[in-house]
């Protein structure tokens, strides 16, 4: 069965201290990695997009990065705009029809 | 561009009262979903549709049920509420190549079942 895992469950850190988040995946064949940010009361949204083994992917102070086994999201000297709750997500398979589940998510805070 | 419109933004239902869940898309998006979202779960996929004409069950189907006659709206319906299905509910659309360009996603329905 398809799983994704995300760690920890909630982060706290001082404005400028750096860290990565964590997802790990068991999928039948990955088609492809997703990274959402969601803030309180409202939709998801989408951050990034990996395929392979190997890729990055950058975003201001964000960076994602994929294994064969996980997914990291650093965070680079973070702002306290950058608390949030991110959320990992796989879609499975060999086909653009396959579903895509997500992980439980990351309480991200912090603090000025 | 409205981008994904969900209504209502909050429900409350009685036990054994049904509904639909409205979800709409003017981006002419082919690929749709429905998840629930529960604290400390994340999002929970209920069903799927790739089409119009064509939709797949996620992985808590139990109680709901959608159809996609167009490509803009993808309903759902809850036939007989129980208190386990107060949740929030997103609805998500993304364009062709399946969600490898990433989900759009609406603002949720807050639904509460007393």
């Known amino acids: 069965e398809d799983q994704v895992t995300q760690s920890p469950e909630a982060l706290r850190l001082q404005e400028g201290e750096s860290s990565s988040l964590n997802c790990s995946y068991t999928?039948?064949?990955?088609?492809?990695l997703f990274w959402y940010r969601q803030d309180p009361g409202k939709g998801p949204e989408f951050l990034f997009t990996?395929?392979?083994a190997g890729e990055e992917k950058e975003k201001e102070r964000l960076k994602a990065t994929l294994t064969k086994k996980e997914s990291f999201l650093h965070i680079t000297a973070p702002k306290p705009e950058d608390s949030a709750t991110y959320l990992c997500a796989v879609q499975a398979g060999y086909s653009s029809a396959s579903k895509i589940i997500f992980g439980s998510g990351t309480r991200l805070s912090i603090r000025p | 561009n409205a981008g994904v419109t969900q209504t209502p933004k909050f429900q409350v239902l009685k036990t054994g009262q049904s509904m639909t869940l409205q979800c709409a898309q003017d981006?002419?998006?082919?690929?749709m979903s429905w998840y629930r979202q529960d604290p400390g779960m994340g999002l929970r996929l209920i069903h799927y549709?790739?089409?119009?004409?064509?939709?797949d069950q996620g992985e808590v189907p139990n109680g709901y049920n959608v159809s996609r006659s167009t490509t803009e709206d993808f309903p759902l319906r809850l036939l007989s509420a129980a208190p386990s299905q107060t949740s929030v509910y997103f609805c998500?659309?993304?364009?062709?190549?399946?969600?490898?360009?990433?989900?759009?996603f609406g603002s949720g329905t807050r639904l509460t079942v007393v």
């Open positions: 981006m002419n998006h082919e690929y």
């Open positions: 990996l395929y392979s």
């Open positions: 998500a659309s993304s364009g062709t190549g399946g969600a490898s360009y990433g989900y759009t």
């Open positions: 999928v039948s064949g990955l088609r492809g």
């Open positions: 549709s790739v089409g119009a004409g064509i939709t």
